[in-house]
Each structure stands twice: as structure tokens, then as C-alpha cells.
């Protein structure tokens, strides 16, 4: 009889500046890591939050990111963008520091899956 794998996930509880771009990419590839290892499954201040991993191509390199799905994407507006905003606040209070600290307006963006 083999024994069962257990697969630990990395703790997922960041304390990174909101303007430093390689600890922010250490967060997401760990982020990514862990979404990969435990079947999109994600620990800590997500836990339990509906996150999608989405692939793409860059538009300045053209380099290929391979590919989960086809989206669709559009920019929510207005009320919409408002009302899903607080809701982005409320499970991810990060995410009002990062508003915080451009004087921006950090857009909401809608996704469908596309056909594929």
C-alpha cells in the first residue's frame, strides 16, 4: 500500500511594501506556487477567495505565458466598478493601501471565460 502524499502549502501572509516590485513578485510567484501545488487552493488572507490564475502574453516582448483558459475581460464602471471594489476591500483590505498609494484609480476588471 502507498503512502499517502501530503502537500505543504507555504504560508501565504505577506508584510511587503506597496512600492517595492521584487517583493511583489516573490509574493506572486509563491502566490502561484502554492495555487499550482494544492489544486487552486490558497492559504492565509486568501483563503477561501474565488482567485483565478490567468496566463498571458506580453505586449511589449511577445513572450508566450502558457495558457489555463481563454478569457474575455472588460473594465467595470461606474456604480459596478464601486460596488465590486468594496467588495475587493472587504475580503482584501491590502488592496485599499495599494489605492492609497497612487493617485490612480486602481480598475476593477471583469472576466468571462472565453471559448476554448
Known amino acids: 500500500m502507498a503512502a499517502a502524499t501530503t502537500t505543504t502549502r507555504p504560508d501565504i501572509q505577506p508584510s511587503l511594501a506597496v512600492d ?24 492565509g488572507q486568501f483563503s477561501g477567495a474565488p482567485i483565478p490564475l490567468l496566463n498571458a502574453i506580453g505586449a511589449r516582448s511577445g513572450a508566450t505565458r502558457p495558457k489555463c483558459f481563454e478569457v474575455k475581460h472588460r473594465r467595470g464602471e461606474g456604480e459596478q466598478r464601486d460596488r465590486l471594489w468594496h467588495r475587493i476591500v472587504a475580503q482584501w483590505p491590502m488592496a485599499a493601501d495599494y489605492q492609497k498609494a497612487t493617485p490612480r484609480r486602481i480598475p476593477v476588471i471583469l472576466l468571462e471565460r472565453g471559448e476554448n
Open 20 to 43: 517595492s516590485g521584487l517583493a511583489m513578485d516573490q509574493f506572486n510567484q509563491l502566490l502561484i506556487a502554492q495555487f499550482r501545488a494544492n489544486g487552486g487552493k490558497l492559504s
